[in-house]
């Protein structure tokens, strides 16, 4: 039996214990809620994302000690939104993922510093490149929750661990293929969440479908030039893990992103778009980390400017997006 740590309470968190368990990993769940624990071991699921799906307790060891869980476990599972991490972690040496393979499946950066998640795991616990793993492609919790077919892309410096790391995940209605593009899937994963916002922004200020689809082939260009700076090597964007993330992201009832974006087009302010919502936005945060990260690059990113100036500068959506329909193409 593989051993797995995963960290985080949340959907993605849940949707990824469900997957694992149910192909027999151990799985050794650290949440940070003792009563979320006590409902999980009382009840068999999560009592705050995801409460339809049922585990093994045989197999899923749900428990709020972070240290005791990852020396459990060979492979460590990173789930909590971006914003968290530094706070999740903050109890755990610079040692204590010597040997584990560290897998983020999270889509989001390091807003402190701007930096990957696998850059911050580098810098501060020394995890190489070839012990880092990327969960990534358009995959929501809620659908796999349901056991609709789904696609994940594993992003990695070492196609053996990626390997090892699919055939975990496979079955029935997931299917995992590895990708030797790491940073270029965890960037796209963390810029698809800021255009979703923009949709979303969109949205609620009543544009189309007609307007939505001219934005989010734009920002395929946008992402494509900023990647293209940032680390230029060959890759194929129309990918499931890049331009189907994004997809899914734009268009799903079910993107965090989106319906974020959507609050704020009909007049939300961020604090009561934050509040409504049980979920977090990541692009939220990555707008900014990308904002400043474009300081040095100087791509031309009008769609993530326009959000940046909405969320941070507070200019109206309304006025914002007249500058940015005349950009677009
Ligand atoms: N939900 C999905 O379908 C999905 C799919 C792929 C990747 N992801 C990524 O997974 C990561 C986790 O997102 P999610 O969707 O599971 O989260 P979520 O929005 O479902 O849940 C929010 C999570 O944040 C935690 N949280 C809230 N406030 C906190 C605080 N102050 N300190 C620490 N933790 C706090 C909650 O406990 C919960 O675990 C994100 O990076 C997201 O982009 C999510
Ligand atoms: O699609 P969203 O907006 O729910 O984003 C959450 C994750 O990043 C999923 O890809």
Not at 14 to 28: D, F, P, R, Y
Not at 57 to 62: E, I, N, T
Not at 183 to 211: H, P, Q, S, T, W
Not at 229 to 245: C, E, Q, T
Request: a neutral charge; aromatic letters at 10%.
């Amino acid at each position: 039996m593989e051993k797995v740590a995963v960290l985080g309470g949340g959907s993605w968190a849940t949707a990824i214990v469900k997957i694992l368990s149910e192909n027999k990993s151990q799985i050794h769940w650290w949440m940070r809620n003792s009563n979320d624990v006590q409902h999980l071991l009382n009840y068999k699921h999560n009592p705050r994302y995801l409460s339809q799906v049922s585990f093994d307790l045989h197999y899923v060891k749900p428990s709020t000690d972070i240290q005791a869980v990852l020396a459990a476990a060979d492979w460590v599972i990173l789930a909590v939104p971006a914003a968290f991490v530094r706070l999740a972690l903050a109890d755990l040496k610079e040692d204590a993922f010597k040997g584990k393979v560290v897998v983020s499946a999270i889509k989001g950066m390091i807003p402190e510093d701007n930096v990957l998640i696998t850059e911050h795991m580098e810098r501060k616990y020394h995890v190489p490149n070839s012990h880092q793993l990327v969960i990534a492609g358009p995959c929501h919790a809620e659908e796999v929750a349901l056991e609709k077919q789904s696609y994940l892309t594993i992003g990695s410096h070492d196609m053996a661990t990626a390997e090892k790391f699919c055939a975990l995940l496979r079955n029935r209605y997931v299917k995992a293929n590895p990708l030797d593009d790491l940073d270029g899937i965890e960037y796209c994963a963390v810029m698809k969440n800021i255009i979703a916002m923009a949709c979303g922004i969109a949205r609620g200020l009543n544009y189309g479908d007609n307007f939505q689809a001219v934005l989010v082939s734009n920002a395929m260009f946008e992402i494509e030039r900023f990647l293209d700076a940032i680390m230029p090597i060959h890759r194929v964007l129309s990918g499931s893990a890049y331009l189907g993330d994004l997809l899914v992201t734009a268009y799903s009832q079910f993107s965090r992103n989106r319906t974020f974006g959507n609050m704020i087009g009909r007049g939300y302010t961020v604090k009561s778009a934050q509040v409504e919502m049980n979920m977090v936005a990541e692009g939220y945060y990555a707008v900014q980390s990308i904002f400043e990260l474009n300081k040095h690059f100087k791509v031309e990113m009008p769609i993530t400017n326009a959000v940046y100036h909405i969320l941070y500068e507070r200019i109206a959506p309304t006025m914002e997006f007249e500058i940015l329909k005349d950009k677009l193409k």
